[in-house]
C-alpha cells in the first residue's frame, strides 16, 4: 500500500504568504537625485550617462508628469541637447523601476563651488 508523503521542502512552499514577495512601503516617495550626462530621451525613456568614474548608463522612465527645466524654467524636452550635464529627480515606480519626476539642465546652483 502506497501512501502520499510530504516532503519537508513541499511543506515550507505552501506555508509562505504573498506578503513577503510584495513591496516594501518604506521607501514610497522618496526621491532620489542623480547627475550625468543625457545620452538619448525619447517619448518613454530617458538614458543618462554617471558622472562618476565608472560611467554606468542609467535608464529612467518618463510619462506626462516629468518636468523638464531650464533655469527653473520649463521647457520641452526636444529643446535639450544631447551630451548636456543634467540632473534627473526620479523615485521608484510601482514595478520597481526608476520614473523621472524631474530633468533639469546644468548643474544645480547649490552645488556649484565658489
Known amino acids: 500500500m502506497l501512501a502520499p ?3 519537508d521542502a513541499q511543506k515550507g512552499r505552501r506555508g509562505r504568504s504573498s506578503s513577503a514577495a510584495t513591496h ?5 516617495g522618496i526621491v532620489v537625485t542623480f547627475r550625468g ?3 538619448k530621451i525619447t517619448e518613454k525613456e530617458i538614458l543618462v550617462e554617471s ?5 554606468e548608463l542609467l535608464t529612467f522612465r518618463r510619462n506626462k508628469a516629468t518636468k523638464f527645466l531650464d533655469n527653473d524654467a520649463e521647457i520641452k ?3 535639450i541637447d544631447l551630451e548636456s550635464e543634467v540632473t ?5 515606480d510601482v514595478d520597481l523601476q526608476l520614473m523621472a519626476v524631474s530633468l533639469s539642465v546644468g548643474v544645480p546652483k547649490r552645488a556649484v563651488a565658489k
Open 37 to 39: 550626462t543625457l545620452k
Open 51 to 55: 558622472g562618476e568614474d565608472n560611467h
Open 77 to 79: 524636452p526636444g529643446a
Open 88 to 92: 534627473v529627480n526620479a523615485s521608484e
Open 24 to 28: 516594501p512601503e518604506a521607501f514610497k
Open 5 to 7: 508523503v510530504a516532503l
